[in-house]
């Protein structure tokens, strides 16, 4: 019953905001869904002291489909992974929604916006306590339709319309793989239950599959097809360039989709299929090389970026590319462990930018900021708490995680277990300086807003401040809690990740060199110091060094020219395609021959029979006659002939 209430409360929010908020009101939306939603982390926060490392067991709701032998029941999966994983979601959820009374006040559709974040939170929850793969795909589709919303909520903005569009149909291509991936799964297993699937790996794991053309170890097949579902839904290389265009839409759904929540469904794909992957030594060097080259990729775009919610975004992209390759080196374990503690303090760096964006009078551009910190006191603390923790300072959140995952990938065996560690180190320095860059720019220096907005600057509400608050604990303590994710002895996972028997990276990982644990130390202070340097110390300094690495600069600040790329290679193209088809084939042949063609022949026949119309006996006589002389002829031809 508390994992029942858990999953569903959200959903009964959402119906009552989403069909009864106009009756209802603003207010009593708020309350309805921020209190559902407490219900929801309430139950998620005993859920976790009493489920956590203990066996997992299975809570039925239904049953859904049963066609043959395929049986497909709606089941809640509980064991420290979904433990983990709902508390995260709901938790975090919770905060989201506290903040957006807030941060939303003033907007027309509240109702509307918090059935929203309601429906995409149940879609979320149904996704980590799937037991099979169509719940899975369940969730996993409800997440997609729910950002879409989201992201579009101002739909009266060109900008977010497309935004929204982008994010729909980026994610369909990376869902494509992953209906492959679950129609092959089903396939060579026979099932779609996960206990099934996963009892069934090792014996399955010599065997090959033929598809494409080719032959391919079987489980590299599933692995890379439910991989690049993972890849659309989690911001990957190349199906990452949704994810800047999503700051379209409202601050706390940024927070929402881009820190605990939508991008991590594809990091907790990979780590619930640890079984599988474990015997995918294909599919996981592909995850690997993905996630290091997106981890670097993005941290180089966030160096020159200017708006505050896409400096965040990209951010994201890049940490988790950390995730995923921490998986690939085969330890699911550290990238679970910063996917959680990821998600405290990227919410807390994406509602902080909402508190400066409120304090700013909805400015955006780093550049037309400044001098603020005296002013927003508390936003300007939580934000460098945030920040200590995405560098990884020593005894925040992302401290303990960012630094577990480089040393496994230093201590890895696997294929590409070096190229990971060294971009990752390079990712480090670079998310330093990018981290006290916007620090920087936001809020030291001279003011550089005009004075009718610098008048306005004010701190936040406390219904906006105390969920930051409450998300700064968490970015501090989240680490020190979690770290019995990453120790080779420990039951934490009590078999909700599986390490095959080959794997010994946990181990290792705790014998790596010395010079390798203080790596990340070492980036960090790189890092952040060179921010300083450039953007305090000496001001003008940025400027100069952008001006000097004209193209290089560009081509960060262009976003490597994938948008351009994909433009060139597939809108402009699918555009031209379109454009044959429809004035070659549609107008020149279709509409020529057939309908336009037929109305053409009739309206042509028309005219000429209305010219017999005359209205004179005779011309009538005529006729008649001619037709008269035509039946006798055709009488005599059949009599004679």
Not at 200 to 208: L, P, Q
Not at 230 to 248: F, I
Not at 539 to 567: C, M, Q, T
Not at 577 to 601: E, M, N, Q, T
């Amino acid at each position: 019953m508390l994992q029942i209430l858990l999953v569903f409360s959200p959903l009964l929010g959402a119906i009552v905001a989403g069909f009864f908020g106009r009756l209802i009101g603003d207010r009593a939306s708020q309350w309805v869904t921020c209190g559902l939603m407490g219900v929801s982390a309430l139950c998620a926060w005993i859920n976790l002291f009493a489920n956590l490392g203990e066996p997992m067991f299975q809570v039925e709701i239904m049953r859904w489909i049963s066609v043959g032998s395929f049986d497909a029941r709606w089941m809640l999966r509980v064991d420290s992974l979904s433990t983990i994983m709902m508390l995260v979601v709901s938790f975090i959820s919770f905060l989201i929604h506290v903040y957006s009374v807030g941060y939303m006040a003033h907007d027309n559709s509240i109702p509307r916006f918090m059935s929203y974040l309601s429906l995409f939170t149940f879609a979320m929850l149904m996704l980590v306590t799937s037991d099979n793969l169509i719940q899975l795909f369940f969730g996993w589709e409800g997440v997609g339709l729910a950002s879409y919303l989201l992201i579009g909520f101002w739909y009266t903005r060109p900008s977010a319309c497309a935004a929204a569009i982008k994010a729909f149909i980026v994610n369909r291509v990376g869902d494509f793989g992953l209906v492959l991936g679950v129609a092959a799964t089903f396939l060579v297993f026979d099932s779609i239950q996960y206990d099934v699937i996963f009892g069934k790996t090792h014996e399955i794991a010599s065997t090959t599959i033929h598809a494409f053309g080719h032959d391919f170890q079987t489980l590299n097949l599933i692995g890379v097809l439910l991989f690049i579902g993972a890849m659309g839904k989690s911001a990957q290389l190349p199906l990452h360039t949704w994810l800047p265009d999503a700051m379209e839409g409202p601050t706390p759904v940024s927070a929402l989709i881009h820190a605990a929540t939508m991008v991590t469904a594809g990091v907790f794909l990979v780590a619930r299929f640890s079984p599988l992957y474990e015997y995918a030594p294909a599919a996981t060097t592909l995850i690997t090389f993905i996630g290091a080259s997106t981890a670097i990729f993005a941290a180089t775009v966030g160096l020159t970026q200017f708006d505050i919610k896409r400096v965040i975004a990209y951010s994201t992209c890049s940490q988790l590319g950390y995730m995923f390759f921490a998986c690939g080196v085969g330890v699911y374990g550290a990238g679970i462990f910063h996917l959680y503690t990821h998600a405290f303090f990227k919410a807390l760096l994406f509602l902080g930018a909402g508190s400066v964006i409120h304090a700013m009078s909805d400015e955006q551009d780093m550049r037309r900021m400044g001098g603020i910190w005296k002013h927003i006191k508390i936003t300007y603390a939580v934000m460098w708490i945030g920040t200590l923790a995405l560098i990884g300072f020593p005894g925040f959140a992302g401290y303990f995680s960012k630094d577990a995952i480089l040393e496994a990938a230093w201590a890895s065996d696997r294929p590409l277990h070096f190229y990971a560690f060294w971009l990752g180190v390079i990712a480090a320095v670079l998310t330093a300086f990018y981290s006290g860059r916007l620090i920087w720019l936001t809020f030291h220096g001279e003011p550089r807003a005009d004075e009718e907005t610098m008048h306005h600057v004010h701190e936040s509400p406390p219904v906006m401040t105390i969920p930051l608050i409450v998300l700064a604990a968490g970015a501090v303590l989240a680490g020190w809690l979690g770290q019995g994710m990453v120790e080779p002895e420990s039951e934490f996972w009590a078999g909700s990740i599986y390490y095959g028997e080959h794997n010994h990276v946990l181990h290792a990982m705790h014998e790596v060199p010395f010079l390798v644990r203080l790596a990340p130390f070492f980036a960090m202070v790189v890092g952040l110091g060179l921010s300083y340097y450039c953007y305090m110390a000496r001001p003008g300094l940025s400027v100069r060094i952008a001006e000097a690495a004209g193209p290089i600069n560009r081509f960060f600040f262009n976003k490597w020219y994938f948008d351009e790329l994909y433009d060139l290679l597939f809108v402009r193209t699918a555009k031209a395609l379109g454009l044959v088809f429809w004035r070659g084939g549609d107008v020149g042949i279709i509409d020529r021959f057939g309908p336009d063609g037929v109305a053409a022949s009739t309206l042509f026949t028309a005219r000429r029979a209305t010219r017999l119309q005359t209205g004179y006996l005779y011309h009538y006589a005529f006729v008649m006659l001619i037709g008269v002389a035509a039946l006798v002829s055709w009488y005599l031809y059949l009599t004679l002939g």
